[in-house]
């Protein structure tokens, strides 16, 4: 009896350092997925489609990044994760496969999400963390970032933020947290929003460090959203700092 096709979630972490994104391209096989729908249409025998929460850059990693994939097998739940992790590289892991209703889509369906970018600010080299931070040479100010931080909340049009020129699409969105704080030598960034445009949590971190180290003043930074000039913004902070935590749904 032919399976039916049924609607999958999956829950997956990656560490995006030697992949050039979630993106499949038609240039390289190094990217996440790229890698799933490679051991999904193994198993299955036909060509199969992930579709992800989100596109995070070359580079980035995830702690709970959502997927979906239409498809049809006789494996369990339980088999279609061990059967991916058999044969995922070590660097991505299928964490939660679960049938879901055929409608549902993980980056149409997502109702926000939530990133986190790391900073090293102590005195000693980050060995064991050097692929997940971004090494600062002083400590930034925290309380004038956070100052800054209140000015980029809320609804904007943050075409400023934005690393793609040829933006075609709103670039309005709405950012809802960006909490900031400092724990021992880590300085962690974590942002919420409805949606995130190319480079934007990177371009706000770049951003806000450049305020911390006293490059910009925090009431600098409405004029900078209001001028919609990726020019003006900070540098693009580093790949290897940014993760995406998760996608929320109702």
């Known amino acids: ?28 096989d190094l990217t996440i997925q790229g890698k799933l729908e490679n051991v999904l249409s193994r198993m299955t025998g036909q060509e199969e489609e992930v ?47 679960k049938i879901c209703s055929d409608r549902f889509h ?5 109702q926000g999400k939530t990133y986190r970018y790391t900073c090293y600010v102590g005195p000693l080299k980050p ?15 925290l309380a004038q970032m956070q100052k800054a931080a209140s000015y980029l909340t809320g609804t904007h049009d943050y ?15 709405t950012v809802d947290l960006i909490d900031i704080r400092q724990k021992g030598p880590y ?9 995130f445009l190319q480079y934007m ?16 003043d925090p009431e600098s930074i409405p004029a900078l959203i209001e001028a919609k000039d990726r020019r003006l913004s900070g540098p693009t902070a580093p790949a290897c700092g940014l993760c995406m935590i998760q996608a929320d749904y109702n």
């Open 187 to 195: 300085l962690t960034f974590t942002y919420h929003g409805n949606g």
């Open 1 to 28: 009896m032919t399976p039916v096709r049924k609607n999958y979630r999956l829950t997956i972490s990656y560490d995006g350092t030697r992949y050039f994104g979630w993106e499949h391209q038609p240039s390289t």
């Open 201 to 216: 949590v990177r371009i706000l971190t770049g951003t806000l460090i450049e305020v911390g180290t006293g490059l910009r």
């Open 106 to 110: 993980s980056r149409y369906n997502a």
């Open 127 to 141: 060995v064991f963390d050097r692929k997940y931070v971004w090494v600062l040479d002083r400590v930034p100010d």
């Open 51 to 97: 579709i992800g929460a989100g596109r995070t850059d070359a580079g980035v990693h995830a702690r709970n990044m959502t997927a979906n994939v239409h498809m049809a097998t006789d494996l369990t739940e339980e088999e279609i994760r061990d059967y991916l992790n058999q044969y995922l590289p070590e660097d991505i892991c299928v964490k939660d496969v």
């Open 159 to 173: 075409a400023g933020f934005c690393g793609n020129p040829k933006m075609k699409k709103s670039t309005v969105r």
